[in-house]
């Protein structure tokens, strides 16, 4: 989508420090760290937010996961990390593009705030 800004990062139109890249998935830090690591996993593909993962896309879904666990294994995130999808405006989505925060290097509430 033109007006999408992961759309343009995707494209490398707008610089973004790159974790991880292959065909569908894209990684790269978080603009605006919530924890000492903040990496955002996104489909290449403009997919708006985990409730419009269907049939088609869902290869793209699936490989940002497989993505997270390749991040976390080579950033040796032994002790855990968490793994979120805000999906719609009473979550907190901001970007309108699903992505997956992979976050870590501190300690996380449950139930999150
Ligand atoms: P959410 O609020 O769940 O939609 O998450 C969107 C995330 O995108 C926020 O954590 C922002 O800090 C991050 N963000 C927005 N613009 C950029 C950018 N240009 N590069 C990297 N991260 C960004």
Avoid at 12 to 19: E, N, Q, S, V
Avoid at 33 to 57: C, F, G, M, Q, R
């Amino acid at each position: 989508m033109s007006d999408c800004i992961f759309c343009k990062i995707a494209a490398g139109g707008i610089p973004a420090k790159i974790a991880y890249e292959d065909d569908l998935v894209l990684a790269f830090h978080d603009i605006d760290p919530k924890a000492p690591t903040h990496i955002l996993i996104i489909p290449k593909e403009h997919i708006v937010s985990a409730a419009d993962i269907n049939a088609e896309n869902s290869a793209a879904a699936a490989k940002c996961l497989e993505a997270a666990a390749k991040l976390a294994a080579e950033l040796g995130l032994a002790d855990g990390f968490r793994l979120v999808s805000n999906c719609g405006d009473s979550a907190g989505q901001s970007v309108k593009h699903l992505h997956f925060h992979l976050l870590a290097g501190r300690d996380f509430m449950w139930p999150p705030g």
